[in-house]
């Protein structure tokens, strides 16, 4: 079947009057964006509350579902035939052969599903169906109807503007488009967990920018290139992420000359957490994002995550808080950054890692130990704000 037309389906659950222009329009940028890298075969039309995928010209049908199915917000995906002809001998032989290519004479139970949108239209909506029913079991022998279970639901809609055929629907990724619910910061690393928090984050419809914090010679330029690379996983399913490279290393050099070594991790933490939210506040950011998990590592502990948390003033969201690593991983692997994820770069210098972080440190001790680094933060905070690199990261 070569279908010229998806109707793309949506939750419509608080979608109600401004809201819902809102809503829409930003499904069709996103659906834009989403078919963008796949040619320009592609046009999204919003016609009477219904947004469709019209092609115009050949396109790939797998790569197309794929990436609407990226698209947040998109509840289910209907390839559908669109006729203009209104008659019923004319609904009732493109059912035929609509029904005739699906099936491909293999054996199967259906089932007509009239929506008579159109009240002018004659008939109710359960004559309409029984009688295209008919039509249906006398051109195909192969079919037979079963109306509590059937194989093919064929959906009819009868609409002012045209008529809809269609009998699948491909399951989207639910959630909302993104644009609709602000702005956040994720603090982006080269691991697992980060990404599928912007996942997670952006799936509820939040506009993401990301940084992330290297710290050349000692992580490579490959482990910058990484992060690039997930980034642009991200972007797939987020929109285009503008990318925030923050060179960290001589913070890091000098927290290590001045703090004790358990509690490096600790500050080290704070001050990527000040310095993003910074860069998120100069940039309509709301909020900041990680992949923090309790307990994960001895820098997510409750009293760890609270002398991070203690220095941001926006909210942070962290997504992953109650997951399981391989929950995570599953979720990566699903999203497709896994792989990319598990690629030998340290993300993190092994010299500035103790053998024995502080897991419960006490955050007046934490305080205290910030305090030996009056002489020159400010200045090495500055500086690394201002020398940041911005990539532009498009799946
Ligand atoms: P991930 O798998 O996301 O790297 P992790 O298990 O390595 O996480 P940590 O190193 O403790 O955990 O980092 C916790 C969170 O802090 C990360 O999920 C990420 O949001 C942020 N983060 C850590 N390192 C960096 C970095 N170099 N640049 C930006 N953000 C970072
Ligand atoms: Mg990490």
Do not use: W
């Not at 037309?5 to 069709?28: P, Q």
């Not at 049908?61 to 390839?79: H, K, M, W």
């Not at 052969?97 to 004659?122: C, H, M, Q, W």
């Not at 992420?241 to 960290?248: E, Q, Y």
């Amino acid at each position: 079947m070569e279908y010229k037309s998806f109707l793309i389906k949506y939750g419509e659950i608080g979608v109600k009057g401004k809201n819902r222009y809102k809503f829409e329009d930003a499904l069709v940028r996103q659906l834009g964006l989403a078919l963008k890298p796949l040619g320009s075969a592609f046009h999204i039309v919003k016609e009477h509350g219904r947004i469709y995928v019209d092609m115009d010209g050949a396109y790939d049908y797998e790569d197309t579902i794929a990436a609407l199915q990226r698209v947040f917000g998109v509840v289910s995906i209907c390839p559908v035939l669109r006729l203009t002809e209104r008659s019923e001998d004319a609904i009732a032989a493109e059912a035929v052969r609509f029904l005739r290519e699906i099936t491909a004479g293999e054996a199967k139970s259906f089932k007509v599903f009239t929506r008579r949108i159109d009240k002018n239209y004659p008939g109710t909506s359960e004559e309409i169906s029984a009688s295209l029913g008919a039509v249906l079991l006398d051109a195909c022998p192969n079919l037979h109807v079963d109306v509590r279970n059937p194989e093919i639901r064929l959906n009819l809609e009868i609409r002012n503007e045209g008529i809809l055929l269609y009998a699948l629907s491909i399951p989207g990724p639910g959630g909302m488009p993104v644009g609709t619910a602000g702005h956040a910061m994720l603090l982006l690393s080269g691991g697992i967990d980060s990404p599928v928090a912007g996942y997670m984050i952006a799936k509820r419809g939040v506009q993401l920018e990301a940084t992330y914090f290297h710290a050349p010679p000692y992580t490579s330029e490959r482990a910058k290139q990484k992060v690039v690379d997930l980034a642009r996983i991200l972007a797939r399913y987020a929109g285009p992420v503008r990318l925030h490279i923050v060179n960290f290393t001589d913070i890091q050099l000098y927290i290590y000359e001045k703090c004790p070594r358990e509690e490096l991790t600790i500050i080290m933490r704070r001050y990527m957490m000040r310095i993003a939210e910074t860069i998120a506040k100069k940039n309509k950011g709301m909020a900041l994002v990680t992949g923090e998990s309790i307990g994960q590592v001895a820098s997510q502990t409750v009293p760890s995550l609270l002398s991070t948390n203690e220095v941001c003033t926006l909210p942070v969201f962290r997504p992953l808080i109650g997951f399981d690593k391989q929950e995570i991983i599953e979720r990566a692997e699903k999203m497709g950054s896994y792989e990319t994820s598990i690629l030998p770069f340290e993300d993190c210098c092994t010299i500035f890692v103790a053998k024995h972080p502080v897991t419960n440190p006490e955050l007046s001790r934490i305080k205290k130990s910030e305090e030996k680094l009056a002489e020159r933060i400010e200045e090495l905070v500055e500086t690394a704000l201002r020398t940041e690199e911005i990539v532009l990261c498009e799946a």
